[in-house]
């Protein structure tokens, strides 16, 4: 079946730095992606979603990207806090309401 | 938003028994899932919890393995059956909206199950 994957498993990087996240997808019929956080011992939290008829949405210090040409989704994070260091999910939805979660990748915020 | 209340938060458990998992909802909702989370791993869904009818499941699981009750709509079981080393993992209870399709789902704590 088709599937949704991360390039990056582990991105460390020094507080207040930007951080990118990205996520392939290859299921051309998906048209609405999230993005999730889930901290150490928490359950996912919604950070932000984009659906396919944009390219860019901003949230506060978050930005998605969606390039549906190269079916590439990436999670900016800008002056990335301590607090921001957790796992961070990529998903996508296509005709159903279930959102299908990708592999992860952890951000590590170093002070 | 929703809070989500699941227990146990963890438990460890033999080999060959079975534990049920409750999911409490503060508010009535439509859609209301069930995720596995094996370590490091990401989210695979198990089945969605149907009020008032048998749950459907994703291709792996089968009800047998994961009954699942939804007696209304605020909440839903999760047993896992004749458990083995291979069945820890984080459970997690889900619900959604179908409001505009939104795919901003609320999450319980989880509840983590080591077997031994």
């Known amino acids: 079946g088709e599937s949704v994957g991360l390039h990056l498993p582990t991105l460390s990087v020094q507080e207040g730095d930007n951080s990118i996240i990205n996520c392939a997808y290859s299921n051309s019929a998906s048209d609405y992606f999230i993005w999730y956080k889930q901290e150490s011992g928490k359950g996912p939290q919604f950070i932000i979603d984009i659906r396919s008829n944009m390219d860019k949405r901003q949230g506060q210090r978050v930005t998605v990207l969606l390039n549906k040409t190269v079916k590439h989704l990436s999670l900016q994070i800008a002056a990335t806090q301590p607090g921001d260091s957790a796992v961070y999910f990529c998903a996508e939805m296509g005709g159903s309401y279930i959102p299908t979660f990708g592999r992860g990748t952890s951000l590590i915020v170093h002070p | 938003s929703a809070v989500i209340s699941q227990k146990p938060s963890r438990d460890i458990c033999q080999r060959g028994t079975s534990l049920t998992i409750q999911c409490q909802v503060d508010?009535?909702?439509?859609?209301m899932f069930w995720y596995r989370q094996q370590p490091g791993q990401s989210l695979t869904l198990i089945a969605t919890?149907?009020?008032?009818?048998?749950?459907?499941?994703e291709s792996g699981f089968v009800i047998d393995k994961f009954p699942i009750s939804r007696p209304n709509l605020t909440f839903s079981t999760l047993t896992v059956s004749n458990m083995s080393p291979e069945d820890s993992s984080i459970y997690l209870c889900?619900?959604?909206?179908?409001?505009?399709?939104?795919?901003?789902?609320?999450f319980g704590e989880g509840s983590r199950l080591t077997v031994l």
């Open positions: 508010s009535q909702v439509t859609m």
């Open positions: 919890a149907n009020q008032g009818s048998e749950a459907t499941y």
């Open positions: 889900s619900v959604g909206s179908k409001v505009g399709n939104t795919g901003e789902l609320f």
